[in-house]
DNA sequence: GATAAGGTCCGTAGTAACTACGGGGTCAAG
DNA sequence: CTTGACCCCGTAGTTACTACGGACCTTATC
């Protein structure tokens, strides 16, 4: 793929990372992708470096960086940067929340799953699930970050 | 606690309730909790049958019910109601949810775990956990569903 | 060369579920 | 009667996009 790559359209350059037009223009605008140079008739015209930032900026998001997060791994990939250890806390943060969210999660799981199967044993006089939600407390409050 | 409850103003409904009072004022704008009666003064008025339904509404989101869910619980728990299968229908479908992200959240947590966990171990080049973001494929093609 | 289809431009607004702000009226205590 | 706490309302900001609409531009066909 060394092979020679003329300068792609805002359509071609989404479709070959993955990520919606919409949303390179979004990324741009937000300061996450660079101003690309323009074609005579200010089309965005890019080349293959946007497609591998676009590309990184898509997988990082797929494992759940955030925007912020993402603008910080970019300045730590830059050529001339040694330093792992930057990355490393970066994402032992973000493994420790996303450990957290799954804790939370399977707690509601389990929360979930107990009323159903209540639901369908008991003979029910009231729904065990709105009873559940009615009766004032949860079982070791549930208190599940912001989704 | 079935002693004489005057009404309450929308602080104390708010602390009665574990919600916050633009909170409650946002859930009336959005038809979530109904227009309360007003003083002379236009302050908001709230009896006892408030805080109950703001207390099933906080506890059905920290459950991670979405504010539609809970329009429609809200709507299967009234009285005379006896269905509880609709309710399970609504609530399987949120474990179901529940579940998918848990499961894509483990692969990530499995993803960013290693990547860690390499960055411990090996020389390291270039950083693995960047290595991962500049690289083609993910393993697995973790897709995770929208945050 | 004309016309039609499709690509791109831009700014704006909408999404979920709130949270925060600002300028004003109201109530209770001292 | 003044101070501080409370409440009113509408609006805007948050996150990360997605969608819309009207105006250009390019490419293909006739």
Redesign the pocket.
Known sequence: MITNMRPL????LAEASG?????V???E?IGLMPKPS???????SYGPEHVERLSFIRRA?EIGF???EIKELLVLAEPGRTSCTEVQTLTAAHLGKVRTKIADLSKLEAILAGALERCLVEPAPVCPVLGMLASPRIPESVRSRR?
Chains 1, 2 share one sequence.
Do not use: C, F, Q
């Not at 323009?38 to 965005?44: D, V």
């Open positions: 359209t805002i359509a071609k990520v919606h037009m919409e949303t223009r979004y990324y605008r323009r074609t005579a008739s200010n089309y965005r998001r955030s925007i912020g989704d």
